[in-house]
T-cell receptor, first 110, second 111 residues
């Protein structure tokens, strides 16, 4: 079955550590996105990539970094510079305007 | 700029109808609607590409008023499975398919 996989589902880290969230898709979609979701805030765009080896900052990119070396993969690194990293992170891809979301990773930093 | 959704929450009994609104202060190129169950990923419902366009998916339909810069989602004869948070996404510029999402409307359907 085609889709988007994110791992792990739950992730716990100590403050000051960088952490990388995985996102893989086998839908052959060019565009991929990372969103952050906090209670009552909706989905806020962190980074997006419309083609391999190219990506753009979204609305809340500070403290995050990404890479897009392969069409299938778009990992997100949450750095120690991100002041409030605890959140639900969603990866998505787009085809003809419809966004397909992965199951999400819930990151808790203490 | 984030679109504004109203109401923030709706509580219904099975079989009742609901309307969720999404408005923007900026010109809208398209409107997307998603539903998210608690702890799960959002699921695409529909996209409206043209002003005046209306679409339907079973008993869920939507309209897009380009001039008023708003869209409405209509849920008729609601079912328990309709419970969740509904998000609208408005496209930032024509053809970019990068939506800006509203804060969501929580819909609870009781038996």
């Amino acid at each position: 079955d085609g889709g988007i996989t994110q791992s792990p589902k739950y992730l716990f880290r100590k403050e000051g550590q960088n952490v990388t969230l995985s996102c893989e898709q086998n839908l052959n979609h060019d565009a991929m996105y990372w969103y952050r979701q906090d209670p009552g805030q909706g989905l806020r765009l962190i980074y997006y990539s419309q083609i391999v080896n190219d990506f753009q900052k979204g609305d809340i990119a500070e403290g995050y970094s990404v890479s897009r070396e392969k069409k299938e993969s778009f990992p997100l690194t949450v750095t120690s510079a991100q002041k409030n990293p605890t959140a639900f992170y969603l990866c998505a891809s787009t085809y003809r305007g419809e966004q397909y979301f992965g199951p999400g990773t819930r990151l808790t930093v203490t | 700029q984030q679109p504004v959704q109203s109401p923030q929450a709706v509580i219904l009994r099975e079989g009742e109808d609901a309307v969720i609104n999404c408005s923007s202060s900026k010109a809208l190129y398209s409107v997307h609607w998603y539903r998210q169950k608690h702890g799960e990923a959002p699921v695409f419902l529909m996209i409206l590409l043209k002003g005046g366009e209306q679409k339907g998916h079973e008993k869920i339909s939507a309209s897009f008023n380009e001039k008023k810069q708003q869209s409405s989602l209509y849920l008729t004869a609601s079912q328990l499975s309709y419970s969740g948070t509904y998000f609208c996404g408005t496209e930032r510029s024509g053809g970019s398919y990068i939506p800006t999402f509203g804060r969501g409307t929580s819909l609870i359907v009781h038996p």
